[in-house]
Each structure stands twice: as structure tokens, then as C-alpha cells.
């Protein structure tokens, strides 16, 4: 695979930056997951808009236009000629002096990678998913806005950290209200009272952009969708429960804490939106 690294492409062996750039020292930076379905890279200005809603919300100014950037991808994926895959889009505050003082950092860094992803088995979204509590609270929304979709992840990764020692493959967090949140990876949804509903992102939940393709599928369908604040007892009690993402699309959870979600199995609602959202990507 080709990297596309500040305007050049480099083999997967040989791409690299420098020790100094600050989004390996500190991650200061954002970056964006996007998919290609059949050729399609999936919902680019989205992911776009929020990139450089991101780096705005940092002071880090991208150094190419909207334009420029759309046709780095382009090109990318040209170059690498993958029809199925995963963009990892980022870009670093760049090369600067040791310590966090941005100023020190002239000229960001642009980078495009783009490989395979699979994210899960498929007998997950055919059969559903386990998932645990983390103990690991997210972080709070005065202390970080998680409309920023930075690169200091490592909140995300102590929950991870977490599933992975209880056998499982992702983590429920909490807020220090205690309200549901979102995954470790990924936005949550759950099926109650005739309700599609899914937390707020004033509570600390991302703005998704699968999550936005699910509410809309969700309210041509003739869902009712809601965005409302909900505790744990919500989603044990729930008739159904799934997760969405760039890279999990839409899984099926089916027990949280040991506590067996709805009669154990996908729901149909869950398996009506996989099955709008596969053919809306023509990943079906």
C-alpha cells in the first residue's frame, strides 16, 4: 500500500514522520475513519466537514483547501486501488519542539492511509455482540468536546483495555452522571417503547456519521427517533440494542453486563437498518 504523506506517497515500509511532530508526541491532532464500498468512498464531505470542524475547534489550521484534501484521498485510493476498504485520514499539529507550546509547530501534517478493515466477524452481525460496563467514565465534555475527533484516544483504549480483559470486544461508558454515553468505539442505540433512541452529544456522545445515516434511515422507515439521556436499567430493559460506527457499521448487541438484551437475538428493527444500511453502501 501507498501513504499519502504532506503531498507524497510512500510504501507502508518507508512512511513516517518525524519523532518531533506533535501528534506522535502528544496527539495533538484529528483525523477522520471514512469507507470505500464498491469503489464509493463513502459520505467524504461529511467526514470532511468534521475534519475541519475538528482542527478549527483546536487552532490547527489544515494547510490545503477542502478541495485539495477530497483529492488527496481521490488519489489515495487511486493509487492503492483497494474497492473495499478503510481511509484513515489525519492530520498532526507537525513537527515542533519538545513541550506543548503550539507555536513551535510551523506546519502541520497531512496524512492519508487506506488499507482492509474488518472490524468484527460476521457471525457478530448475524447472531449479536456481548459487551461489558467499563469502569473507565468517558471523558467529560468541559474537560474535552468529543465533537473534536482528535488523536488522544487513550480514554477510549482504558475501556478497551477493559473489554479485552472481560473477553469481550467493546465497552459501554458512562458519563460521571452515570448516563449512557457511547462505546469505546463506537455510537449506541437502543430499541424501547416503539422508540429508536440514542444519547445526546451534550452528554459526551460523538456526533457519528453513521449514527446520522441510522436516524435518518430510522425516520423514513417511520421510526420514532429520539436523542435522549438514559441510564444503564434503560438498555438491560430494552427490546433491543445495537451499535454503530464508520468501521463496525451496525452490530447487534445482545447482552450488557451479562444481562440478556430483549430475547437474546437481533431484533428486527436492528436487522431492518443493517439491512437499509448495506443496501444504501451496496456492501449487501
Same mark, same amino acid.
Given at each position: 500500500?501507498?501513504?499519502?504523506?504532506?503531498?507524497?506517497?510512500?510504501?507502508?515500509?518507508?512512511?513516517?514522520?518525524?519523532?518531533?511532530?506533535?501528534?506522535?508526541?502528544?496527539?495533538?491532532?484529528?483525523?477522520?475513519?471514512?469507507?470505500?464500498?464498491?469503489?464509493?468512498?463513502?459520505?467524504?464531505?461529511?467526514?470532511?466537514?468534521?475534519?475541519?470542524?475538528?482542527?478549527?475547534?483546536?487552532?490547527?489550521?489544515?494547510?490545503?483547501?477542502?478541495?485539495?484534501?477530497?483529492?488527496?484521498?481521490?488519489?489515495?485510493?487511486?493509487?492503492? *486501488?483497494?474497492? #473495499? +476498504?478503510?481511509? $484513515?485520514? &489525519? /492530520?498532526?499539529?507537525?513537527?515542533?519542539?519538545? !513541550?506543548?507550546?503550539?507555536?513551535?509547530?510551523?506546519?502541520?501534517?497531512?496524512?492519508?492511509?487506506?488499507?482492509?478493515?474488518?472490524?468484527?466477524?460476521?457471525?457478530?452481525?448475524?447472531?449479536?455482540?456481548?459487551?461489558?460496563?467499563?469502569?473507565?467514565?468517558?471523558?467529560?465534555?468541559?474537560?474535552?468536546?468529543?465533537?473534536?475527533?482528535?488523536?488522544?484516544?487513550?480514554?477510549?483504549?482504558?475501556?478497551?483495555?477493559?473489554?479485552?480483559?472481560?473477553?469481550?470486544?467493546?465497552?459501554?461508558?458512562?458519563?460521571?452522571?452515570?448516563?449512557?454515553?457511547?462505546?469505546?468505539?463506537?455510537?449506541?442505540?437502543?430499541?424501547?417503547?416503539?422508540?429508536?433512541?440514542?444519547?445526546?452529544?451534550?452528554? *459526551?456522545?460523538? #456526533? +457519528?456519521?453513521? $449514527?446520522? &445515516? /441510522?436516524?435518518?434511515?430510522?425516520?423514513?422507515? !417511520?421510526?420514532?427517533?429520539?436523542?435522549?439521556?438514559?441510564?444503564?436499567?434503560?438498555?438491560?430493559?430494552?427490546?433491543?440494542?445495537?451499535?454503530?460506527?464508520?468501521?463496525?457499521?451496525?452490530?447487534?448487541?445482545?447482552?450488557?453486563?451479562?444481562?440478556?438484551?430483549?430475547?437474546?437475538?437481533?431484533?428486527?428493527?436492528?436487522?431492518?437498518?443493517?439491512?437499509?444500511?448495506?443496501?444504501?453502501?451496496?456492501?449487501?
Amino acid at each position: 500500500m501507498q501513504v499519502y504523506i504532506n503531498g507524497k506517497f510512500f510504501p507502508t515500509s518507508k512512511a513516517g514522520i518525524s519523532v518531533y511532530d506533535h501528534g506522535f508526541l502528544y496527539g495533538d491532532g484529528v483525523f477522520e475513519g471514512i469507507r470505500i464500498y464498491n469503489n464509493n468512498i463513502f459520505m467524504l464531505d461529511e467526514h470532511i466537514n468534521r475534519l475541519y470542524d475538528s482542527a478549527k475547534a483546536i487552532r490547527l489550521k489544515i494547510p490545503l483547501a477542502k478541495t485539495e484534501i477530497k483529492a488527496a484521498v481521490k488519489q489515495t485510493h487511486k493509487i492503492n *486501488g483497494l474497492k #473495499d +476498504g478503510y481511509i $484513515r485520514l &489525519i /492530520v498532526t499539529r507537525g513537527i515542533g519542539d519538545l !513541550g506543548i507550546d503550539t507555536r513551535t509547530c510551523p506546519k502541520p501534517s497531512v496524512i492519508v492511509i487506506i488499507n482492509k478493515i474488518v472490524l468484527y466477524p460476521e457471525k457478530f452481525y448475524k447472531n449479536g455482540m456481548e459487551i461489558i460496563t467499563a469502569s473507565t467514565q468517558r471523558t467529560p465534555v468541559s474537560a474535552l468536546n468529543p465533537q473534536i475527533k482528535s488523536m488522544n484516544y487513550l480514554n477510549n483504549i482504558l475501556a478497551k483495555i477493559e473489554a479485552e480483559n472481560a473477553g469481550v470486544n467493546e465497552a459501554l461508558m458512562l458519563n460521571t452522571s452515570g448516563n449512557v454515553v457511547e462505546c469505546s468505539g463506537d455510537n449506541i442505540f437502543i430499541y424501547r417503547n416503539d422508540t429508536l433512541i440514542t444519547p445526546p452529544t451534550f452528554i *459526551g456522545a460523538l #456526533d +457519528g456519521v453513521t $449514527r446520522a &445515516i /441510522v436516524k435518518k434511515i430510522a425516520k423514513q422507515e !417511520g421510526l420514532k427517533v429520539e436523542e435522549l439521556i438514559f441510564s444503564r436499567h434503560e438498555v438491560y430493559t430494552s427490546d433491543e440494542c445495537f451499535l454503530t460506527g464508520t468501521a463496525a457499521e451496525i452490530i447487534p448487541i445482545i447482552k450488557l453486563d451479562g444481562r440478556e438484551i430483549g430475547n437474546g437475538k437481533p431484533g428486527k428493527i436492528t436487522k431492518l437498518l443493517i439491512n437499509k444500511f448495506r443496501k444504501l453502501t451496496g456492501s449487501q
